[in-house]
């Protein structure tokens, strides 16, 4: 087998910690109804830091963990539905800041919350394509610019945060994927004007329950392994009962189901990446796990990878 192989990973959150009780400075909410119905205990909301600086944060220590100077990068991916502008991108930015090389290929990818896995999967086709060699991939958003914080069942629902993963091509890596579009363009809809974002949330919710473990099983198959070859399962942060019941459709040992969405809520295409970014701080990856990641989201869109360490 051969594929993109993940060589570091970072993590970054916006500077301002928000509590669910923070929360009810702008509307009518509680603790308990939060953690209730999504697992959500606080989010970190960018007040003064850019998407930009989240994402250079992340890559930062992305290209620390994988002992890799930024010259040595081909492109960067960043994985946003929030960018700082429509252009410069902000891969354009970040690409300068981290002191990349003039030859690097930079683009901004909008997937929503699936963001992250065609970021891995863009990566994924030139590593084997030999177009390049390493490839970063960011996950990162500034969803408090978008929010509408008159809505109480969005906004306490988002946060802002980067994820960034160093990936190189290996003839022994192991990379498979998929993604899928049930086409709805109201269940999840930011428009370019403020208030911006709205959600049909249990439209969202169902697609959800659903799609991650029939994503899952489907991954498995194409790969030839089962969940007990699986060290870890790293679903879209978007809501803890989704992560749940998946895990417990699937038949999943809780403690293979990483969390993290209590202390930062839902940051759309950053959660899988600043995700792995946690896992990595924490200690938690090995070399030879193989890890399963699955995103879903605005289109609506599903996506999901199985890869090893
Ligand atoms: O990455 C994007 C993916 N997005 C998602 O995965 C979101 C998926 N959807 C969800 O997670 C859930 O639909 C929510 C957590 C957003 C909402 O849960 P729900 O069970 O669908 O609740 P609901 O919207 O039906 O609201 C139930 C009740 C309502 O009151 P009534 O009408 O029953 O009296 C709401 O007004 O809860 C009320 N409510 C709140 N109460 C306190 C709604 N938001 C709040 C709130 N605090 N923030």
């Known amino acids: 087998m051969a594929g993109l192989k993940f060589t570091g990973f970072g993590a970054a959150a916006g500077e301002v910690t928000v509590t669910n009780d923070g929360m009810k400075q702008y509307v009518d909410t509680n603790d308990a109804w939060i953690r209730r119905k999504t697992g959500i205990h606080q989010r970190h909301f960018a007040v003064k830091q850019t998407n930009c600086d989240l994402a250079v944060r992340a890559c930062e220590t992305a290209l620390k963990n994988a002992k890799t100077d930024a010259s040595e990068i081909d492109a960067l991916i960043v994985c946003t539905a929030t960018p700082d502008r429509t252009t410069p991108s902000v891969a354009n930015e970040a690409a300068a800041r981290l002191g990349m090389g003039e030859r690097v290929l930079t683009m901004d990818l909008n997937g929503a919350c699936s963001g992250f896995i065609y970021g891995c999967i863009t990566a994924n086709a030139l590593l084997a ?9 960011a996950g990162s958003e500034r969803l408090s610019q978008v929010i509408n914080m008159k809505d109480r069942t969005t906004c306490i629902l988002f946060g802002d945060g980067a994820g960034a993963a160093v990936a190189e091509y290996s003839e022994d890596g192991l990379f498979q994927s998929l993604s899928g579009l049930i086409y709805n ?10 208030p911006a974002l709205s959600m049909q949330g249990q439209e969202v919710y169902h697609f959800a329950v659903s799609k991650v473990p029939e994503a899952t099983e489907a991954i498995l198959k194409e790969s030839n392994l089962t969940t007990d070859d699986i060290d870890w399962f790293v679903f879209h942060q978007a809501n803890e009962r989704i992560i749940d019941s998946a895990a417990h459709k699937l038949g999943l040992k809780k403690e293979k189901c990483f969390k993290n969405i209590a202390e930062y809520g839902n940051t759309s295409a950053a959660s ?13 990856l090995k070399p030879g796990q193989k890890i399963v990641c699955v995103g879903f989201g605005a ?8 890869t090893e360490l």
Not at 129 to 137: A, E
Not at 299 to 306: E, I, N, P, S
């Open 185 to 194: 363009d109201q269940a999840l809809y930011c428009s370019r004007f403020n």
């Open 299 to 306: 289109g609506l869109t599903y996506g999901a990878m199985v």
């Open 272 to 284: 899988i990446a600043l995700a792995l970014g946690e896992m990595q701080e924490q200690n938690l």
């Open 129 to 137: 394509s030999h177009t390049c060699r390493k490839v970063l991939i």
